[in-house]
């Protein structure tokens, strides 16, 4: 997804707060997605936003979406070693998803 | 329920040989897609269908070909292998609610290494 950009790796603490930010092209996206790949698996929907939302919350997961700046970031509150993972973004487009190349997650101990 | 499954798990094929990897679902989705992940490249749409019996090209169809005989089965082809086509290659499945078809259900993936 050469439209929906995200950056490669993130490191944080155990118990910290993990931000992981996307930016996309596509204005006309219904909803924007957060997706997680563990290791040897395959992609696991994580939440998604409707495009006239600012926020959604679900539980350890906070979504903001800024649509007139195209960006969109995932929270991951008292990040725990079992999130590491990669995290992609994706947007709506046609009748598939447009995915950015994802973000590595390490959380150390 | 079984979800999306994939078959086989793994493969290695020759330059050259052909093979089909076989997507199934159980959840009576409409739309189903295939991609192909590679280190550092994301999720690239090969092929993906919108109902029994259509079809319809991704980003990277070269290479490929697809059918969509029943619902609930999504099987991709390829002719003739290259190394080139050595990746993880991802069924994905999604319902036809308005608005929400693009959110997509994985099934756990086909590595595959041609040499």
């Known amino acids: 997804g050469e439209d929906v950009e995200q950056s490669l790796f993130l490191s944080v603490r155990e118990g910290d707060s993990s931000v992981i930010n996307c930016t996309y092209t596509?204005?006309?996206?219904?909803?924007l997605y957060w997706y997680k790949q563990e290791p040897g698996a395959g992609l696991q929907l994580l939440t998604y936003?409707?495009?006239?939302?600012d926020m959604k919350q679900d539980q350890r997961l906070t979504v903001l979406l800024n649509k007139k700046d195209k960006h969109l970031s995932l929270r991951i509150a008292d990040t725990q070693t079992g999130d590491s993972a990669i995290y992609f973004c994706?947007?709506?487009?046609?009748?598939?998803?447009?995915f950015g190349k994802g973000t590595s997650l390490l959380v150390t101990p | 329920n079984a979800g999306v499954t994939q078959t086989p798990k793994f493969r290695v094929l020759k330059t050259g040989q052909s093979m089909t990897l076989l997507c199934a679902q159980d959840?009576?989705?409409?739309?189903m897609y295939w991609y192909r992940q590679d280190p550092g490249m994301g999720l690239r749409l090969i092929h993906y269908?919108?109902?029994?019996?259509?079809?319809a090209k991704g980003e990277v169809p070269d290479g490929y070909n697809v059918s969509r005989l029943k619902k609930q089965n999504f099987l991709l082809g390829l002719e003739s292998a290259a190394p080139s086509q050595t990746s993880v290659y991802f069924c994905?499945?999604?319902?036809?609610?308005?608005?929400?078809?693009?959110?997509?259900?994985f099934g756990p993936g086909t590595r595959l290494t041609v040499t």
């Open positions: 269908s919108v109902g029994e019996g259509t079809t």
């Open positions: 994706a947007e709506g487009s046609g009748y598939a998803l447009n």
């Open positions: 959840m009576n989705h409409e739309y």
């Open positions: 994905a499945t999604s319902p036809p609610m308005a608005g929400r078809e693009y959110e997509q259900y």
């Open positions: 936003i409707f495009s006239n939302m």
């Open positions: 596509d204005s006309s996206s219904t909803y």
